[in-house]
């Protein structure tokens, strides 16, 4: 199809046809086709960006018979039928393109969709960061945007959560201007914040995509166009944390920071907006109601209730709440129900910082109790978290109150769950804080909790703002070490795990929390 051809077919698309156009298209793909269409100019992108927004809350109905293909046909009465048909290249869309009466291999040698950061009528680094939108996985698009949302602080935060449309929160930066595209050419562009996230994260051909586009496009006279595809920028507030390769701010969080103790560079600062789900799974009751299949696993003796543990879930409530976590408790549920909660937990941490498990049972060496009796191994629990891969490189802490004895005789056969893990990068940043070392009982009151937990909470309380993870449950291990009980009862908690970096839990104010009994 000749050039001449080409205009004559794009000609005899009428703007009725538009109606139909979108009914063909799924929601991804308008999302997709506004970016490219409307993202050149402030004030369209604005418009395209509330009207995706409402469009993603509207039922399945309403958003089919969407008008934004014939509102924006109305915007460029002259030049509506170029730029639509190159975009529906860009996005692969050949159904749509066929039903218009074109032919796809012609339109591709014409238009190049394939080839980023060169186009006809499309602005062109809009067409390279559809790109990458459509390169980076699920996870790598939430880390982008919890580092984007981190580093650019001023405004007002998109009420969006669903990193699978990653040109909406583009379309948002763009409207802030923490992005901007420049001229047609990408004079006067800067997507300088961009580049610096790609080459921290090691994703040097998105870094590569974006400078040699700009590069390619612009004038010789524009100043703008970055020359160098650098990790660090110079010119950044200096007041802005730096950001770890999981995407988190790196650092202190606020100006109070600088009379802390100074911080390793590539520390961890978890934020008090997205901190995280904090899952407590509380055992109090037992029981040995079980399936035929499953009593296999259980003890030959009933487990007797725990008391004292609600005081401990409530501290911990208190505790975490002030941190900013999102705490989510459980009582006495069974294997089944306990592994869910787990996996809903992960599944929902895309966009936070952190997750943190904490599991308040009965238990023997390397497993706890659920409260139909059947025991899981903590390993496994572990494992379940680190196969997510949204939660690959963030702090993950699975934190357990339960006996640790050796009793072969008294103790269940754990429960088989398929919670593998394929590579030992996996396991990064995840640590297990248990109240007692292998092979011996954790204390617990019957009125004011166990050792460790309480332990836990004070430490916490008292440093969270100021010692990162480790040297926190390092303060814990002492005070529960020093401790003896009414019959010379001692215990030792135990940590282990693979923090690659100091992690920093989110500040909170002094009202917020504090020990018991403090002013």
């Known amino acids: 199809m000749s050039g001449h051809n080409l205009l004559a077919q794009l000609d005899n698309i009428h703007v009725l046809d538009l109606p139909y156009v979108e009914r063909d298209l799924n929601f991804a793909q308008k999302v997709s086709l506004s970016f490219l269409l409307y993202g050149d100019e402030h004030s369209s992108a604005t418009y395209i960006l509330q009207k995706l927004l409402v469009l993603h809350r ?8 969407s008008d934004i293909l014939s509102q924006y046909a109305k915007s460029k009465p002259q030049a509506w039928r170029k730029y639509l048909v190159e975009a529906l290249c860009i996005i692969g869309a050949r159904q749509v393109l066929r039903k218009l009466g074109l032919r796809w291999q012609e339109l591709r040698m ?30 790598q698009s939430g880390r982008m945007v919890l580092s984007i949302r981190e580093k650019a602080s001023s405004g007002d935060p998109l009420r969006f959560y669903e990193p699978a449309y990653l040109e909406i ?20 562009s800067d997507v300088q914040l961009l580049i610096e ?3 921290f994260n090691e994703l040097h051909a998105q870094a590569t995509l974006l400078v040699d586009t700009v590069n390619s496009n612009a004038t010789a006279s524009s100043d703008h166009a970055p020359t160098s595809v650098c990790p660090n920028r110079e010119t950044f507030d200096s007041t802005t944390p730096n950001m770890g390769a999981s995407g988190l701010a790196n650092g202190s969080a606020s100006s109070a920071a600088s009379a802390l103790p100074q911080r390793a560079k590539n520390a961890i600062q978890l934020s008090r907006e997205n901190a995280g ?4 799974i509380n055992q109090q009751r037992f029981h040995q109601n079980v399936s035929d299949d499953l009593k296999m696993y259980l003890p030959p003796v009933e487990l007797l209730p725990r008391l004292g543990t609600d005081v401990d879930k409530q501290r911990l409530t208190d505790v975490f709440s002030a941190l900013g976590y999102k705490v989510e408790p459980h009582d006495n549920v069974d294997h089944f129900a306990m592994l869910e909660h787990i996996r809903q937990a992960c599944e929902r ?38 196969s997510y891969e949204n939660l690959y490189n963030k702090p993950k802490l699975v934190i357990v109150q339960a006996c640790q004895q050796k009793d072969k005789k ?20 995840m640590l297990r804080a248990m109240s007692t070392v292998p092979g011996f009982a954790a204390m617990r009151h019957t009125h004011t909790g166990s050792w ?36 010379n009862e001692t215990m030792v908690p135990y940590i282990c795990g693979a923090l690659r970096q100091h992690v920093y839990f989110p500040h909170s104010s002094a009202t917020e929390l504090q020990p018991p009994g403090s002013a």
């Not at 895309?350 to 009965?362: A, G, I, P, W, Y």
């Open 110 to 139: 014409h238009y190049l969709p394939h080839i980023g950061g060169i186009s006809l009528h499309i602005h062109p680094l809009l067409k390279s960061l559809y790109t990458i939108c459509e390169e980076l996985s699920l996870a």
């Open 277 to 280: 789900i904090a899952l407590i």
């Open 169 to 188: 929160f583009m379309l948002d930066w763009l409207t802030r201007r923490l992005i901007r595209l420049g001229d047609i050419n990408a004079n006067g």
């Open 349 to 386: 941490s895309l966009l936070h910082d952190s997750l943190v498990v904490l599991v308040l049972s009965h238990g023997f060496e390397e497993a706890v109790y659920c409260s139909n009796s059947i025991a899981l191994r903590i390993s496994d629990i572990e494992n379940v978290l680190c």
């Open 58 to 65: 509207a039922n399945d109905t309403d958003w089919r018979h």
């Open 452 to 487: 460790f937990i309480q332990c836990l909470c004070d430490a916490l309380a008292e440093h969270a703002d100021s010692h990162h993870m480790l040297d926190i449950l390092t303060i814990v291990i002492n005070n529960v070490a020093n401790k003896l009980g009414k019959q």
């Open 410 to 429: 008294n103790n269940a056969l754990p429960f088989k769950i398929d919670a593998s893990t394929k590579s030992p990068g996996q396991h990064l940043n």
């Open 197 to 199: 996230h790609f080459k």
